[in-house]
């Protein structure tokens, strides 16, 4: 089994025996991993928006424009996916402050540490996440 790498800049929590779960250590942890990923994602959007207002100067052509364009509308999409993570990030981050993070929004059961740090976003354990899945395939080909 290979040993995760830090994410965004934090190194993987290291429990301590018998440390209460979601204590202080563990929301603080957390608290630097989304604030790391926000800081990366507004980062993105920045450059984005520096990079489109310098390319949007400098096509004259047609068919240069029309790829341009298509290119923006991507990027677009990009960011309004990152835009829409922020807020959850955010809404996350409220979480933890509230000391509502890290218990499954379903069962009520821990998420536990080794899937927040994969998906720090996450509100629901993998079993329930499961099931809401295979609820959505349902109602999906309906």
């Not at 290979?2 to 209460?20: A, D, L, M, R």
């Not at 604030?35 to 310098?54: A, C, I, P, R, Y």
């Not at 990030?89 to 927040?116: A, F, H, P, V």
């Amino acid at each position: 089994m290979s040993t995760p790498t830090n994410i965004y800049g934090v190194e993987p929590y290291k429990e301590t025996k018998g440390e209460e779960y979601m204590g202080e250590p563990m929301r603080k942890h957390f608290t630097k991993i989304l604030s790391g990923w926000k800081q990366e994602l507004m980062v993105s959007v920045d450059k984005t928006v520096d990079h489109m207002k310098e390319e949007a100067a400098n096509s004259s052509d047609l068919a240069d424009r029309a790829s341009q364009e298509e290119e923006f509308a991507l990027e677009l999409r990009n960011r309004d996916r990152e835009r829409k993570l922020i807020k959850k990030i955010d809404k996350t981050l409220q979480k933890i402050q509230n000391e509502e993070y890290g218990w499954c929004e379903s069962c009520g059961i821990e998420i536990g540490l080794r899937r927040l740090e994969a998906r720090p976003t996450a509100d629901l354990c993998f079993d329930c996440n499961e099931i809401a899945e295979k609820k959505e395939k349902t109602v999906g080909k309906g």
